[in-house]
């Protein structure tokens, strides 16, 4: 993005009045949306969207405006009202501004934008009638495609002018299946920080088949048991367990506001010594990956719980400062118009030693969980309930019957502790996480693990 801005000079009145530090997000946007329900396309948005923030922070605090003009007089003024937020001792000092080329690169193999749009439909449609010819119990269909692609520069006080170009592409197949009084849903996405290329490795019938599988599947199978017993969690599941029981909990802005259950912790053995947690943003095609974060700190990998020790929390600037820390480069916000907060980018288990067969074998009689829904967490206490999409029974340690209804009820840290073997496999999920009314993309990531014992809620 060429942007010509004299970032100097907006970031001097913006720390007029008092401040410690000052930087500027500027952001041009592309975004094409494809909807595909009730047997035909019924949206197609394209939309460019462009605009800048400016931030100052002071005495700990922060001040932010935004706009979508970016005229040097519109900016100025813009500078002028932060300033005019923050009121502090230090009058912080502009330096050089000087540009910051990033050391890791993305390879985007086929550009979304060089695609006719007529193209991307057809993959839509192509999905769609995959569902509808799949079988005639499938009765809703929803296939969604959307691609974006965002341009950002990020100037601040210290002297750093950045920029980072980020391209997604995201495609997502929903069905509806029923039988008599018993309906069912199935869900399979694919995506990330990557473009057309991602329909090579698979393609819109497997999605939608994928989809479809899971929906007619659970038609048939029995209700789950419910009680305490040991489930056999697969990689294939996702890393909702991570990203929810542990991710957020790590995330340095709620450990400070005693908002987690691993406040003050750092240092202290929270999870079993097989268990190795990890962030990082610079894994490639990954959907939480990206060379600078939204605050201008380079991507990293983050080790987060080192077998079992907690090592440190996720921290963008603002909350380092109050920890008299560095940032972890994980800084992110939605857009333009929000202020940048402490995420998760691509957050996961590490593999172990184990394999996958000889975790599930070890198991008399318990769930296998091949995926996971959504649910909900307690980050204070750590306390979740998660449901079970697709899940199976394991007798005399061989996979058996589908079960649905299944859910998983615990304590992230407690859970945690006890998982005993870790498989050396890795299953990566995707999604955009919501957190202050923002949305931010991530992928999740684990091994096969081996809970031996949690609350399973089901047909009693």
């Known amino acids: 993005m060429s942007v010509n801005i004299d970032f100097k000079k907006i970031l001097k009145a913006a720390l007029k009045d008092g401040g410690e530090f000052a930087d500027i997000f500027v952001e041009r946007s592309i975004t094409t949306s494809i909807t595909c329900e009730d047997n035909r396309i019924e949206k197609v948005i394209s939309g460019i969207d462009s605009g800048a923030g400016i931030r100052v922070i002071f005495n700990k605090r922060s001040a932010y405006a935004f706009s979508n003009d970016l005229s040097d007089t519109s900016l100025l003024s813009l500078a002028e009202f932060a300033a005019k937020a923050a009121r502090g001792d230090i009058n912080a000092a ?240 939605e857009s333009y118009q929000h202020q940048p907060i402490p995420r998760m980018t691509n957050t996961l288990i590490a593999p172990g030693s184990g394999s996958p067969e000889e975790i599930v074998k070890s198991v008399e009689k318990g769930l296998f969980v091949k995926k996971m829904g959504g649910g909900q967490v307690n980050t204070v206490n750590g306390d979740f309930v998660f449901e079970v999409t697709e899940g199976y029974l394991i007798e005399k340690g061989s996979i058996g019957e589908p079960v649905r209804g299944a859910t998983l009820t615990g304590n992230g840290p407690a859970v945690l502790r006890m998982i005993d073997m870790v498989g050396n496999d890795q299953g990566f999920s995707i999604g955009t996480c919501g957190k202050d009314g923002q949305g931010a993309p991530v992928s999740d990531a684990q091994p096969t693990l081996r809970i031996p014992e949690i609350i399973v809620g089901g047909h009693i």
């Open 94 to 333: 502009v330096m050089d501004i000087r540009k910051k080329e990033a050391s890791i690169r993305f390879d985007i193999k086929k550009a979304p934008w060089d695609i006719p749009v007529t193209e991307k439909a057809g993959l839509v449609e192509r999905a769609n009638r995959t569902a509808r010819g799949y079988d005639n119990r499938i009765r809703q269909a929803a296939v969604i495609y959307r691609d974006s692609l965002q341009e950002v520069t990020i100037a601040n006080s210290e002297g750093l002018l950045c920029e980072d170009r980020r391209v997604g592409t995201v495609f997502l197949v929903q069905v509806v299946a029923a039988d008599g009084d018993i309906v069912q849903t199935g869900y399979e996405p694919i995506g990330g920080h990557a473009g057309f290329e991602i329909f090579d490795a698979v393609s819109p019938e497997e999605v939608a088949s994928a989809a479809c599988r899971r929906g007619i599947m659970m038609l048939s199978a029995r209700k789950a048991p419910a009680g305490k017993m040991p489930v056999a969690l697969s990689s294939d599941a996702g890393g909702t367990m991570v990203h929810e029981a542990v991710g957020h909990g790590l995330e340095a802005d709620l450990a400070q506001q005693g908002l987690s259950v691993y406040t003050g912790k750092i240092g202290e053995q929270i999870a079993s010594k097989l268990i190795t947690v990890i962030d990082d943003s610079t894994l490639p095609g990954r959907r939480g990956s990206f060379a600078f974060d939204d605050e201008g700190t380079e991507s990293r990998k983050r080790v987060l719980i080192e077998n079992g020790v907690l090592k440190g929390y996720m921290y963008d600037r603002l909350t380092a400062m109050k920890d008299g820390v560095t940032s972890t480069g994980n800084g992110r916000r």
